[in-house]
């Protein structure tokens, strides 16, 4: 089992940056998939940003451009970098692992934006 630790969240105003980390308990190394998705109020839980052991990264079209993952891997951690940050960016943002076997969720962190 893995545990996942998110941190970083807070209030931000538009245009404005922010990072994101998620620490795992183990080898991130021996994920399959990591990623980040968000949940804004009252609306289901997408797909921010997904990377594979096999080299692949993909992005939802409303980040691109403006968001960055990336990955510490001595420190077992991924991080999300969010520039031109928007309003329609505020959610509950959750890093998750996968690794072929189980699914794997932090407890997400808050990420406001205000216009």
């Known amino acids: 089992q893995v545990q996942l630790v998110e941190s970083g969240g807070g209030l931000v105003q538009a245009g404005g940056s922010l990072r994101v980390s998620c620490a795992a308990s183990?080898?991130?190394?021996?994920?399959?998939?990591m990623g980040w998705y968000r949940q804004a109020p009252g609306k289901q839980r997408e797909l921010v940003v997904v990377t594979t052991s096999g080299g692949s990264t993909n992005y939802a079209d409303s980040v691109k451009g403006r968001f960055t993952i990336s990955r510490d891997n001595a420190k077992n951690t991924v991080y999300l970098q969010m520039n031109s940050l928007k309003p329609e960016d505020t959610a509950v943002y959750y890093c998750?692992?996968?690794?072929?076997?189980?699914?794997?969720w932090g407890q997400g962190t808050q990420v406001t934006v205000s216009s």
């Open positions: 183990g080898s991130i190394l021996s994920m399959n998939a």
């Open positions: 998750n692992a996968w690794d072929k076997e189980y699914d794997y």
